[in-house]
């Protein structure tokens, strides 16, 4: 097939791709900028962008065209210096026209690609993977001493941008790919064909204009982060903090009801059957009998369950107060802590000789 076997359809393969990514290169910043203008509709986009089928799949893309770029453009350049053989090694006269970044492709490359690793490890990796995974809250990244909602993205420009290193490597990364986004922009569509003497000055105008408002942008972008993150705005902000208490509101409401509907599904049938029984002595006797079976269902279900869920509400209440310091619990936060002490008060109870589960069944 030519777009394996010949120079010219590896390029093309190498223009479609780059096309794609100078399009989510550009769809990013403008995402970014959100972040700098309504921090808040900012979290929201993470959260519709999150663990969903639609983003899944554009995430599965994006990683198909990184890797099919990568590929070729190495098999691009070790073609290429295999067919000028030693040739490479003498020193010539460069014509004035060979651009510096059209020699060094495969270099900026690799220092966009260590960038980007830099980048999922801060972002995708604490974000939408955990979220794939359907991880816990003991396995989220820890902000603040406390788990992090992965769809809040301004906690994790909190979190990386408040570490010295990070802006640095996110400036020299956009350097990088300012100067292979020069050179690939209008290259790409001279390699498909666009490359009359009329249309290839403009493609490179273009080529610079776009690139250079799209890394001002990224630079723009770090340097507000790192301001903002360092005054810990993304932290104490009022509206961001009452956003992060929507997530520990339904954390609170999903463990109260996980806790009683699991008490209910074991009770439920014993009380079925007391409700059938009839009015008679050997009634009375069968009452007496499902109360204590009652009980003892509570009390293996409390044995089960109900350290976990004191643990899981702790961690709730403790990450609310952390990262919602300004923000008065909500009624569903108030339920769970006090259904977490009448938890722990009954666990208390069973541990004496005489304990048992009946307070923790009434409530």
């Not at 098999?75 to 067919?83: C, D, E, H, K, P």
């Not at 003498?90 to 060979?98: C, I, K, L, N």
């Not at 003991?138 to 992090?148: E, F, H, M, V, Y």
């Amino acid at each position: 097939m030519w777009l394996f076997k010949s120079s010219i359809g590896r390029k093309f393969v190498m223009a479609v791709t780059g096309i794609c990514l100078v399009l989510f290169v550009t769809f990013h910043v403008l995402m970014n900028s959100v972040a700098l203008i309504w921090p808040t509709a900012y979290n929201q986009v993470c959260e519709f962008l999150g663990a969903n089928w639609y983003a899944l799949i554009a995430s599965a893309g994006l990683a198909l065209l990184f890797i099919i770029h990568i590929i070729y453009a190495v098999w691009l350049t070790v073609q290429n210096r295999a067919a000028r053989g030693a040739d490479r090694y003498a020193v010539t006269a460069r014509p004035a026209q060979v651009e510096w970044a059209s020699k060094n492709m495969l270099v900026l490359g690799i220092v966009i690609l260590a960038f980007l690793a830099v980048h999922l490890v801060n972002f995708w990796a604490k974000m939408q993977l955990p979220e794939m995974l359907h991880c816990d809250l003991d396995c989220l990244t820890k902000i603040n001493g406390a788990p992090a909602n992965p769809a809040m993205g301004t906690l994790f420009i909190q979190m990386a941008f408040s570490q010295v290193y990070v802006p640095i490597v996110y400036i020299i990364g956009f350097i990088a790919l300012w100067f292979h986004m020069t050179h690939g922009f209008w290259s790409m569509f001279h390699s498909v064909g666009w490359d009359n003497s009329n249309w290839l000055p403009r493609l490179k105008c273009i080529a610079n204009w776009w690139t250079t408002i799209v890394v001002a942008l990224f630079v723009a972008q770090a340097v507000v982060f790192t301001v903002l993150a360092h005054k810990n705005y993304y932290t104490t902000n009022q509206q961001l903090q009452e956003q992060y208490a929507e997530f520990w509101e339904d954390q609170a409401e999903a463990a109260y009801n996980e806790f009683n509907d699991g008490l209910v599904k074991v009770t439920a049938p014993i009380q079925k059957e007391a409700q059938a029984l009839t009015p008679s002595v050997e009634s009375q006797a069968k009452m007496a009998d499902l109360q204590q079976k009652y009980l003892d269902a509570v009390a293996d279900y409390f044995k089960a369950n109900g350290e976990a869920f004191v643990k899981k509400s702790e961690t709730i209440s403790k990450a609310f107060e952390a990262q919602c310091p300004d923000v008065a619990p909500s009624k569903e936060l108030v339920q769970l802590e006090q259904f977490s002490e009448s938890v722990k008060a009954e666990l208390a109870r069973a541990k004496s000789p005489m304990g048992n589960y009946a307070g923790a069944a009434q409530h």
